[in-house]
């Protein structure tokens, strides 16, 4: 009678696909986990504040808003929803348009605050509250918005220039928008010298990054970027983690990277754009909220960005909620909160990169 020997190379297959399974399982666990974390800090957001009510309370407020005192409804859905949805919404946009930015030029320390894209975007704002001048001469209302919007996209456009030319690497792109970004922070303390004092007030405020004047309308503009966006970076996703191989690999695999890059940076520029316009300058959540949800899901688009932009929500959110418990009494501008926290990890980061170039 003649046997049958399995040979051990046979079940290799296998293996190899009950490990990826077993790794997209753990991916999709980890994104529930981080969103349920992100809903529950947006509910804590919304009880946090003078005259705390208790959370039992803000949850009825939300799902039976008749049903409740009319302070507490106004409190709830006029005055602390918007700001907690705003930083929701503002954190998200900052961490898929750092996320992006990171593939696109394969550097670590991208994202839009070291590129410029935020600081062209604090001068736009800035030449309207300042001089009252804008880019865009429909713009009307939406003054601030459009000038920073347009002067984001300016910035963006200067780095996709840079990238056609012949023989410039992304190290060089990465050098040329953090030189873009000290020269719209030297034009805005131009501004700032020749401002007066109450221009210099509202501009100082503002630049320090707040979601004191969240509204309704701002929360949907807000969202309204993001929600234009993020299709266009699920429907490029298989481009951009290709992008991750280097220019060549994805040039030989038939992608226009020319054509890749300026379609995303002009999508980031929106993102950041209207981030900015919203709150102010708040720096280094769209460098922190991409390398924490790469550490936890990878490098594949289809998790890598719906967790960017979970950890960069989460991140603003329970920011937000530590601004208003910090000092009591005092609410701190969220700006500087963001840059106390990032600081430290900005820096491991350029060690970490210094080690890896001298290696």
Same mark, same amino acid.
């Given at each position: 009678m003649r046997t049958h020997?399995?040979?051990?190379? #046979?079940t290799a297959p296998n293996s190899t696909i009950s490990r990826y399974l077993a790794r997209r399982r753990r991916q999709l666990w980890l994104i529930a986990v981080t969103a349920l974390a992100t809903?529950?800090?947006?509910?804590v957001d919304v009880a946090t504040g003078p005259g705390a009510y208790p959370l039992v309370d803000v949850m009825k407020a939300l799902v039976t808003p008749a049903g409740v005192p009319h302070i507490l409804h106004v409190v709830v859905w006029e005055i602390r929803l918007p700001v907690a949805l705003m930083a929701i919404v503002v954190g998200a946009s900052l961490a898929v348009a750092g996320a992006q930015m990171q593939t696109l030029l394969n550097n670590p320390l991208a994202d839009p605050f070291t590129l410029g894209i935020s600081s062209a975007a604090s001068f736009g704002a800035a030449l309207a509250i300042v001089l009252g001048f804008g880019v865009l001469p429909v713009a009307g209302t939406l003054l601030l918005t459009g000038n920073a919007f347009v002067l984001a996209m300016l910035a963006s456009l200067m780095i996709w220039g840079l990238s056609r030319l012949r023989g410039v690497s992304v190290q060089t792109m990465v050098l040329m928008g953090i030189a873009i970004? %000290?020269?719209?922070?030297?034009?805005?303390?131009? !501004?700032?010298?020749? $401002?007066?004092?109450?221009?210099?007030?509202?501009?100082? %405020?503002?630049?320090?990054?707040?979601?004191?004047?969240?509204?309704?309308?701002? =929360?949907? !503009?807000?969202? !309204? #970027?993001? =929600?234009v966006t993020t299709p266009i970076f699920v429907l490029a996703r298989w481009h951009l983690t290709a992008l991750r191989l280097g220019?060549?690999?994805?040039? #030989?695999?038939?992608?226009?990277?020319?054509?890749?890059?300026?379609r995303m940076l002009l999508c980031c520029a929106l993102l950041?754009?209207?981030?900015? $316009? %919203?709150?102010?300058?708040?720096? %280094?959540?769209?460098? =922190?909220?991409?390398?924490? $949800?790469?550490?936890?899901?990878?490098e594949d688009q289809r998790t890598f960005l719906p967790?960017?932009?979970?950890?960069?929500?989460?991140?603003?959110? !329970?920011?937000s909620i530590l601004s208003k418990t910090l000092i009591p009494g005092i609410l701190l501008p969220i700006g500087i909160l963001t840059a106390l926290i990032g600081l430290p990890f900005f820096v491991s980061l350029v060690l970490r990169s210094r080690k890896e170039i001298w290696r």
């Open positions: 020997t399995i040979s051990p190379h #046979a809903l529950i800090s947006l509910l970004m %000290f020269f719209f922070n030297a034009l805005l303390g131009i !501004l700032q010298y020749v $401002a007066s004092a109450e221009s210099l007030q509202q501009l100082v %405020f503002w630049s320090l990054g707040s979601l004191n004047k969240a509204s309704w309308g701002k =929360v949907g !503009l807000a969202g !309204l #970027a993001l =929600v220019d060549i690999q994805a040039k #030989a695999m038939g992608i226009d990277v020319g054509r890749l890059r300026l950041s754009a209207t981030a900015v $316009a %919203f709150v102010g300058t708040i720096g %280094f959540v769209g460098l =922190v909220g991409p390398h924490i $949800a790469r550490l936890l899901v990878g967790m960017s932009a979970l950890t960069g929500a989460l991140i603003l959110s !329970l920011t």
